[in-house]
């Protein structure tokens, strides 16, 4: 997933999660029953896992340019020369 | 929510504390219901009343418990638990509560009922007191929800006495 992915996924997540608590709720309270709000929202839960968490396509449209392979060796990376003070000892 | 198991757990947390959200609404929904039980008990005979051999009074008797406590139950109640206990004053102390009898109505088409019975517990008291003694029956009962608070209350019936001699 690139980063506009990860956002929309952490949104997508939140808003269904809360949409699913709500119905939930309000069909437990409406038909008396508080088996059916434990069954939708757990229902909810999964089609929101099933949505949000696997890496999906669509989570994917705007990816990242990392730098080609062939352009990287072109500029080599700069090599660090240590200089080096000890006491007593002679290079 | 770089990877699957971040995604995972952020999921997980959040469903489960909505969850418990849910649950604490339920239980806050439980006192919109304003219920209106009744009950009536008649104690149809005294089966015996004696002094036991170390001197306290027993007395065994057979009652009908009639009720209606069906305006108990909410969308969240699990089961409802009721008691009569038999109450009453002596010298020593200002209230006496003897456990007679109790039940467990696990849904709301049982709570509509009459049961004839002699007490399952033993009338017992601490002491000779209980010859010609007036006393109370109260019905009890606790609303045990599904999730969340449980309510008590009871229904008090006076008027019952018990013979001036042993039987």
């Not at chain 2, 170390?54 to 699990?78: H, Y």
């Amino acid at each position: 997933m690139d980063w506009q992915g990860q956002k929309l996924a952490e949104q997508i997540m939140q808003i269904m999660l809360l949409v699913f608590a709500v119905t939930a709720f309000v069909a437990g309270y409406v038909l008396g029953s508080f088996q059916m709000m434990v069954l939708v929202y757990a229902g909810g839960v999964t089609l929101t896992g099933l949505i949000t968490i696997p890496n999906w396509p669509f989570f994917n449209r705007h990816p990242l340019n990392w730098l080609d392979p062939s352009e990287a060796e072109k500029h080599p990376k700069p090599q660090v020369t240590v200089i080096s003070k000890k006491k007593g000892s002679k290079k | 929510m770089h990877s699957f198991g971040y995604r995972l757990n952020g999921l997980l947390t959040f469903a489960v504390t909505i969850l418990a959200l849910m649950c604490v609404i339920a239980s806050l929904s439980d006192n919109l219901n304003i219920p209106s039980p009744s009950a009536e008990i008649q104690i149809m005979n005294i089966n015996w009343f004696q002094k036991q051999p170390k001197g306290s009074d027993e007395v065994s008797l057979r009652m009908n418990i009639s009720a209606d406590l069906q305006s108990l139950f909410t969308w969240n109640t699990k089961q409802v638990f009721i008691f009569v206990a038999a109450e009453y004053e002596t010298r020593k102390n200002s209230l006496n509560q003897v456990s007679l009898w109790d039940a467990i109505i696990p849904a709301k088409e049982r709570a509509k009922f009459w049961i004839r019975s002699s007490n399952k517990y033993r009338f017992v008291d601490h002491g000779k007191n209980l010859r010609g003694k007036e006393f109370n029956l109260t019905l009890h009962w606790h609303v045990m929800p599904k999730t969340g608070k449980m309510f008590a209350d009871k229904i008090v019936m006076s008027g019952y006495s018990l013979p001036e001699e042993y039987i």
